[in-house]
């Protein structure tokens, strides 16, 4: 099992672009989310899903939109990449009848 | 929302002895508190947790301890050892498809 996967692994983008993240995980994990890490401040929520077709916002969901086609994928998108989502976005999935979450390698991403 | 105190955010100990990080939380309504353990550049690895109709859990060398009345719990690493050098990081969450909330993270520095 590969566990939870991110692509890509780095990225720099310029402001005003778009890209998408992608998390995958072969756990068969019904729950999954994405956090951003800033340097001195722990993880924070962005979105969150419950399962295939279904997301919700968590803590900074601004700038930020998310999809579920498939229940092992979970995608991020910036529209419109502005240099304040600098940071490292961790994906994290759960199976729903536990609470422990298990992480992905991260993403590191530059807004120039 | 949840709010996560952590405490302190640098913890300095001789190699052998033992440390201890501490978390306070705001909602009572969270029962779901996990410790996760993060190497530079790596993802965070859970390395305990304890809900909250357990007051104490061990593993090992490391023990959670929870007081709900007071919403604080506490993370115990005994005998330590040059790998336990890296960033722990506490979190609190209601539990199901709740996201975590995390502390700001302590970087504990093994010294031999």
């Known amino acids: 099992n590969a566990g939870v996967t991110q692509t890509p692994k780095f990225r720099v983008l310029k402001t005003g672009q778009s890209m998408t993240l992608l998390c995958a995980q072969d756990?068969?994990?019904?729950?999954m989310y994405w956090y951003r890490q800033d340097p001195g401040m722990g993880l924070r929520l962005i979105h969150y899903s419950v399962g295939e077709g279904t997301t919700a916002k968590g803590e900074v969901p601004d700038g930020y939109n998310v999809s579920r086609l498939k229940k092992q994928n979970f995608l991020l998108g910036l529209e419109s990449a502005a240099p304040s989502q600098t940071s490292v976005y961790f994906c994290a999935s759960s199976y729903a009848r536990t609470y422990e979450q298990y992480f992905g390698p991260g993403t590191r991403l530059t807004v120039t | 929302g949840e709010n996560v105190e952590q405490h302190p955010s640098t913890l300095s100990v001789q190699e052998g002895d033992s440390a201890v990080i501490k978390c306070t939380y705001s909602?009572?309504?969270?029962?779901?508190f996990p410790w996760y353990k993060q190497e530079l550049g790596k993802r965070p690895q859970l390395i305990i947790d304890?809900?909250?109709?357990?007051g104490e859990k061990k593993d090992q060398r490391i023990a959670v301890t929870l007081n709900k009345t007071a919403k604080h719990f506490s993370l115990h690493i005994t005998e330590t050892q040059p790998e336990d050098s890296a960033v722990y990081f506490c979190?609190?969450?209601?539990?199901?498809?709740?996201?975590?909330?995390f502390g700001k993270g302590t970087h504990l520095i093994i010294q031999p």
């Open positions: 304890i809900r909250s109709n357990v």
């Open positions: 756990m068969n994990h019904e729950y």
């Open positions: 979190a609190a969450s209601r539990g199901g498809a709740d996201g975590l909330t």
């Open positions: 909602d009572s309504a969270s029962n779901y």
